[in-house]
């Protein structure tokens, strides 16, 4: 018995045949939890090589269960996150220390339905617990509503209330070696209640198609460009009015993997043709806070931790809001196009998974204001209560 024991011990002990033999090693699960901000989502004790690495050159197949990969090992994203094939395959992650300098990744403040587009951890120094977020190539979609209940206008026009449902598909490719190219049409619609002397139909709707393109920030420079053709109208009746066309452009400048920095404008096509800065900072002081300071969508995130629902974070965002429609006044017949003007502070949660996150947010809405191109003078609009949630796939 004594005889078998020792000889088990030293199987156990010997090197597997081949030169350079690779040694495993693994943080604990604690540190990883720490690091990415999530449960270790590796497999414990795998019984073959993660992806992107070889067996031993002689001895055949080496058999012995390995320990869970560190960050230090080649290890592809779709081994880490799960299969990504609902969206696409994304490039390899190529290891590295996540608080090292950020890999490429893509960054749209603009958007932040995706918040941001990450290829890897670490990438736009998006390392700790905000965790990765792949980059969605082929198609992803959004679904919000919201409701703004009734409230008072100038007399004697009455009250005003709306409800808001948003829906948009997204197809992204990648474009060339580092970038990415997305088109996403668009369906809005709203629903008016009051004021009622102004006679308003009840209803409106936008159709839309955006464009982007943005590149990586392999570099510490990168851009993005978008442009926005839309219809806006009640349908009442045709005109040129109801059509719109938005464009932007930024730079953005990655000075440390903590900080980087936007510089640029967009052009809102409304009853006002508004230049708008599309410029501030990302801030990511540690694995937990996020500050993405960019206006017209200034956003705070805090990372809270894994729930029920997957990991997930509270924030606070504010937003300067302005769309247009062509409208139809019932009681004249006349058209024109209308502009509805305001800001929002809202607070609300979060929360990512691998193929569905949500949101639920509330706040407030003030310095509203309806504007006419020519047949009405400008209406203020009282502030009020605001809430929104929605799905993303």
């Known amino acids: 018995m004594n005889a078998q024991l020792l000889c088990l011990l030293a199987l156990i002990s010997a090197e597997p045949e081949?030169?350079?033999?690779i040694h495993v090693t693994s943080p604990s699960a604690a540190f990883a939890a720490d690091v990415r901000g999530q449960s270790p989502t590796y497999m414990q004790q795998p019984t073959a090589f993660p992806v992107g690495q070889s067996f031993p050159a002689a001895g055949g197949p080496y058999n012995a269960p390995l320990a869970p990969p560190t960050f230090s090992q080649p290890v592809q994203v779709a081994q880490v996150y799960g299969d990504p094939a609902p969206y696409g395959t994304p490039p390899p992650y190529s290891g590295g220390d996540p608080f090292l300098p950020p890999q490429p990744g893509f960054v749209t403040p603009y958007d932040q339905s995706m918040t941001t587009y990450n290829t890897f951890p670490g990438s736009n120094g998006f390392y700790g617990s905000a965790g990765p977020e792949p980059v969605r190539y082929g198609w992803s979609s959004k679904w919000e509503v919201g409701y703004l209940p009734a409230a008072s206008t100038e007399s004697p026009f009455g009250k005003f209330s709306v409800f808001e449902f948003d829906a948009q598909l997204r197809r992204t490719w990648k474009w060339f070696q580092d970038s990415a190219f997305s088109w996403s049409p668009e369906f809005n619609y709203r629903n008016w209640g009051g004021p009622a002397g102004l006679a308003l139909g009840s209803n409106a709707y936008r159709l839309a198609s955006d464009f982007q393109l943005s590149t990586s920030v392999s570099s510490p420079y990168s851009f993005e460009i978008g442009f926005t053709p839309q219809v806006a109208t009640d349908f009442e009746k045709a005109s040129s009015e109801a059509w719109m066309f938005?464009?932007?452009?930024?730079?953005?400048?990655?000075?440390?993997?903590?900080?980087?920095?936007?510089?640029?404008?967009?052009?809102?096509d409304r009853v006002d043709d508004l230049i708008v800065p599309y410029a501030g900072f990302v801030w990511r002081p540690d694995s937990r806070w996020e500050f993405t300071m960019v206006w017209p969508r200034p956003r705070i995130d805090y990372f809270i931790g894994n729930t029920a629902f997957g990991p997930t974070w509270f924030y606070g965002r504010g937003e300067y809001h302005?769309?247009?429609?062509?409208?139809?006044?019932?009681?004249?017949?006349?058209?024109?196009?209308?502009?509805?003007?305001?800001?929002?502070?809202?607070?609300?949660?979060?929360?990512?998974?691998?193929c569905v996150s949500g949101f639920i947010e509330a706040g407030w809405v003030f310095n509203r204001e309806f504007s006419f191109q020519t047949i009405a003078p400008d209406l203020d609009i009282s502030s009020g209560f605001i809430a929104r949630m929605g799905l993303r796939f």
């Open 18 to 21: 081949a030169a350079g033999p």
């Open 246 to 268: 938005d464009g932007r452009g930024a730079l953005f400048i990655r000075t440390s993997p903590q900080w980087t920095w936007a510089l640029g404008a967009q052009y809102w």
């Open 322 to 354: 302005v769309e247009a429609y062509e409208v139809t006044l019932q009681d004249s017949g006349l058209t024109d196009r209308m502009q509805i003007e305001d800001f929002r502070i809202l607070m609300g949660f979060r929360n990512y998974g691998c």
